[in-house]
């Protein structure tokens, strides 16, 4: 516990998104926006967090509401409780602040104020913000960074010992502001008392007749109380997203963040670039990773693999010594030394057990494939078990539905199944059974049935 509690404002329309999502359920390297600021803020131990809502307020609370039980159910619980408060008219950004007043008015400590679109912020920046405030005593810190091209942000006007004396927004700045480029990112750590006295001199007289948040900081210089810029050296971590073209840029600047730190971590990828790995993707030491690979939601691979050219794998595990290319692998676990592709397609609640191997247009789907049996060409297996060293026909397949229901195909230990057999569930292939090509195999199929 930081004695800290955090702010995110995310009550805004997001016009500019033209959508009928709110613009902090959009996704940003597989993951909601408020997702990742609710995750860098929550490492920070607050005490409480709460998500100012406006636009679409039910359905970005209920959104919060899931996650936060999905990760109960994960055993991955947050430590702090989020709550949402709804502004219920837009009248700027610190009306939106002044809508958490009430819970804190016995609150002394740190008020982290930050917003629901900036996905690439990092816990590490935040803190950093909190820990000048308190080591330097001073009423606030800001986040502030510099853009070559300001436009459209609040700008930094600093005092000369180099406190900031105010932030001018764009619309209110006079010919010498405007060409300042230090801008505000829009994140802040407040001393709370302070900052609850401040919010209640805020008023609107001006360009967007709004309560601006950032007139606290002018207010702070009027009762002598210093705040402090916190530079944030890279400016691509504090980029605000409000269109599908800024989406599209921390998307690259967040993938290729994630994929940095997965080479840190001992593992080649060939051209990240052209490689698609999401934020909880995890990825043992020395496997590599070919081109137009995409590693989405919850994966885990095991060391040693060899992962694409084109691979596409949603949450999945897949064991060591693995090697998929050219294949698509769902909701699916693969065992050590497991390969699949090219072309195939392992789809959800398949295990395909250590040395398997699936070939070329081979489709699974919710089977498991026994260890060392081979599904090696233009195959399609549902809802099949097949014990340990089967060995499938080019050209086989499971007629597992009959129109109305589902059957299954159970295939015992060291079965050798022919080319083209079809297997008319429910069926079920006793031990060492082995069979030429051609056969059509239903009910019970016995060893000394040749
Ligand atoms: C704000 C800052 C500006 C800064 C910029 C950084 C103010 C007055 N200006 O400007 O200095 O450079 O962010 O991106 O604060 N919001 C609410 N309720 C409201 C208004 C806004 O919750 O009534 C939320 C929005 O959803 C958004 C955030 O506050 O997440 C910022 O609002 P926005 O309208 O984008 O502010 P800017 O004009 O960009
Ligand atoms: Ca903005």
Redesign the pocket.
């Known amino acids: 516990m930081k004695n800290l509690i955090a702010i ?7 016009t500019r998104m033209h959508s009928n999502l709110p ?2 359920l959009h996704r940003v390297a597989g993951q909601p926006m408020i997702d990742h600021c609710l995750e860098s803020i929550d490492s920070l131990k607050p005490d409480k967090i709460f998500v ?4 679409m307020a039910a359905e970005v609370q209920q959104h919060i509401e899931a996650r936060h039980a999905a990760l109960v159910a994960a055993g991955e619980a947050p430590y702090s409780e989020v709550q949402c408060v709804e ?1 219920t ?8 602040v002044k809508q958490v007043v009430p819970f804190l008015k016995n609150f002394q400590g740190n008020v982290l104020v930050t ?4 996905p690439l912020l990092r816990t590490e920046t935040l803190d950093e913000l909190i820990r000048r405030r308190k080591a330097h005593s001073v009423a606030a810190t800001v986040l502030t960074t510099n853009l070559e091209c300001p436009r ?4 930094i006007v600093r005092n000369r010992d180099g406190t900031v004396r105010k ?1 001018v ?2 619309k209110d700045t006079n010919v010498y502001e405007e060409e300042i480029k230090e ?4 994140i802040y750590c407040f001393d709370c008392q302070k900052m609850l006295e401040a919010l209640e001199k805020i008023g609107t007289e001006n360009a ?1 007749n ?6 606290v900081v002018e207010i702070f210089n009027n009762m002598k109380l210093e705040v402090e810029p916190v530079v944030a050296s890279d400016n691509t971590e504090t980029i ?1 997203i ?1 269109s599908r073209v800024e989406l599209a840029q921390a998307e690259s600047y967040l993938r290729s963040r994630i994929a940095r730190s997965i080479m840190e971590q001992g593992v080649t990828i060939i051209d990240p670039s052209n490689t698609y790995i999401d934020k909880q993707v995890k990825i043992g030491g020395d496997c590599i990773i070919h081109p137009f690979s995409i590693m989405q939601g919850k994966v885990e691979i095991g060391p040693n693999s060899v992962i694409g050219p084109h691979a596409h794998i949603r949450d999945s595990v897949i064991g060591k010594n693995g090697h998929l290319r050219f294949c698509s692998v769902e909701e699916a676990v693969l065992e050590d030394r497991v390969s699949v592709g090219p072309y195939a397609s392992v789809r959800p609640r398949s295990v395909i057990k250590s040395d398997a191997r699936i070939g070329t247009f081979v489709e699974v789907t919710r089977s498991t494939i026994g260890p060392r049996s081979d599904v090696l060409h233009a195959c399609y297996l549902g809802d099949a078990t097949l014990g340990t060293d089967v060995s499938v026909g080019a050209g086989s397949i499971t007629v597992n539905f009959d129109g109305k229901d589902k059957h299954n195909t159970i295939i015992g230990n060291n079965v050798f199944l022919g080319s083209n057999t079809v297997l008319v569930a429910p069926v079920n292939i006793e031990n060492n059974t082995h069979r030429t090509h051609n056969a059509v195999l239903k009910g019970d199929v016995k060893t000394d049935d040749n």
């Open positions: 995110i404002l995310a009550a805004g329309q997001g613009k902090v100012v809502t406006g636009h502004q008219e837009r009248l700027g950004t610190g009306h939106a917003v629901g679109d900036a459209g942000y609040g700008r932030i927004e764009e801008i505000n990112t829009g967007q709004e309560y601006y948040l950032t007139d605000g409000n």
